[in-house]
């Protein structure tokens, strides 16, 4: 295994990290770990065991998928190994197994030599963004941005400084919330409600956020506010159990509904706007990573991006649950923001590589992704971006988040080594 790679594996055992109450004994988390004990103790067959039973239970996840190729070429089965790496291929992710001493056993081999070839265009850039606009705050660490049409208005969420800043349509930058103002903790997901005048936030305490120190309580919550007169409405933590949670991202519905993802449970909340009751719809591990997410114009349909497998479709009239098989030559893989717009999905991709921001449409159903357009790749502006927000017929998103930023130990790096936050925009 490529020890490059390793972040996206640790990533994908992350999300997988359900309370063991909700996991059968042998899930695909319990065979991925076992399979990454028996690599380490050099039992290869062991190895591909556990991975060929992870494949059986996530066949979407392309962690498995190249783990399942490198214990194929490990035990010698050449066509096989070869088999997976074309499908990674296919769906446009490269994860570094030119550089991976497992496949060495592959390297003469014609077959490998055209698959690598294929890996090899995805180093090609694919540049249609321009820049919007830059925050000089280097060590502003943003993860979440929204809009409000009313006012033409941006509104930027700080990880690391745990506040908001405004951003009008000219760079201007203001302040909405200051650090810890509220008791705000990291600002992950946002979303502006422009009919009912609201601002929804979701903060939780990050290693990566000021003021942090191992005695905190690991508290994840949702944050209601005017927008005219920026007071607190309400705060929603996350519910009494015992469980690990974080929030991560929101959308709100037509009827002013608004549903929050927990990464850490793959659990889906819902805020009712009428009642103001907050509740679970969705149960732990039914969306493995639960990340970004959206709801269509009509309200019907919610997607869901599973950072560890792809998008889920759920039909809010029925409750019917679809996984949504991705496009030929694309991934729906590690998707951070999830956006719906007339017919497609936009998404942020920063769990594969390259990061890109990638256009799918949808057909009629709503079910199935028919083809993929990629906006944006290999740009070297490209630090970490994570979120967007559509704003007429543009995407705006957050180019470098700095999130890549921090030691193993959660430290910022040096002053003069960050760049200062840009918002990049590409057409629809």
């Excluded at 690598?116 to 993860?143: C, G, H, Q, W, Y």
């Excluded at 009239?317 to 030929?328: C, K, L, Q």
Aim: proline residues 6%; hydrophobic residues 40%; aromatic residues 12%.
């Amino acid at each position: 295994m490529n020890r490059s790679f390793l972040s996206i594996v640790l990533i994908f055992l992350f999300s997988l990290s359900v309370p063991a109450q909700t996991e059968p004994p042998h899930d695909a988390a319990w065979h991925f770990q076992e399979g990454m004990t028996a690599y380490q103790a050099k039992d290869y067959a062991g190895f591909l065991s556990h991975f060929r039973e992870a494949y059986g239970l996530r066949p979407h996840t392309p962690t498995v998928i190249y783990n399942l190729a490198c214990g194929y070429s490990l035990t010698g089965q050449a066509d096989s190994a070869l088999k997976y790496l074309g499908h990674l291929a296919d769906l446009g992710m490269d994860m570094g197994a030119d550089r991976d001493p497992d496949f060495d056993s592959l390297k003469n081999s014609p077959r490998y030599q055209e698959i690598m070839a294929r890996f090899a265009v995805l180093k090609n850039p694919v540049n249609k963004s321009t820049v919007a606009f830059t925050v000089p705050e280097k060590d502003l660490i943003p993860e979440g941005i929204a809009y409000d049409p009313v006012k033409k208005i941006f509104y930027l969420g700080s990880i690391r400084k745990r506040k908001i800043i405004t951003i009008n349509m000219a760079g201007q930058v203001g302040q909405f919330k200051g650090p810890g103002e509220d008791s705000l903790t990291a600002v992950l997901g946002m979303k502006v409600d422009p009919l009912r005048r609201i601002l929804w936030v979701v903060t939780a305490v990050l290693p990566e956020m000021e003021g942090y120190n191992s005695e905190m309580r690991p508290v994840t919550a949702v944050y209601k506010y005017d927008l005219e007169k920026g007071k607190l409405l309400g705060v929603y933590p996350s519910l009494g159990d015992n469980f690990p949670h974080q929030f991560n991202d929101l959308t709100v519905g037509p009827d002013g509904d608004c549903y929050i993802t927990d990464t850490e449970t793959g659990e889906i909340y819902r805020i009712d706007y009428e009642s103001n009751k907050f509740e679970m719809v969705y149960p732990a591990g039914t969306f493995w990573g639960a990340n970004g997410i959206d709801v269509s114009e009509d309200g019907r349909y919610l997607f869901v991006a599973a950072y560890s497998e792809g998008v889920y479709g759920i039909d809010l009239t029925s409750g019917e649950t679809n996984f949504i098989p991705s496009p030929a030559g694309a991934s729906l893989y590690g998707i951070d923001g999830l956006y719906y717009n007339r017919g497609n999905l936009l998404a942020v991709q920063n769990g594969l590589l390259p990061h890109r921001v990638i256009k799918f449409a949808l057909d009629d159903s709503r079910r199935t992704a028919v083809k993929s357009e990629i906006l944006e790749m290999n740009n070297p502006r490209f630090n970490e971006p994570t979120t967007g927000v559509i704003v007429g017929d543009m995407f705006y998103y957050i180019a470098n988040s700095g999130l890549g930023n921090f030691t193993p130990e959660h430290q910022l790096l040096p002053p003069d080594s960050l760049s200062e936050v840009v918002i990049m925009k590409v057409g629809l």
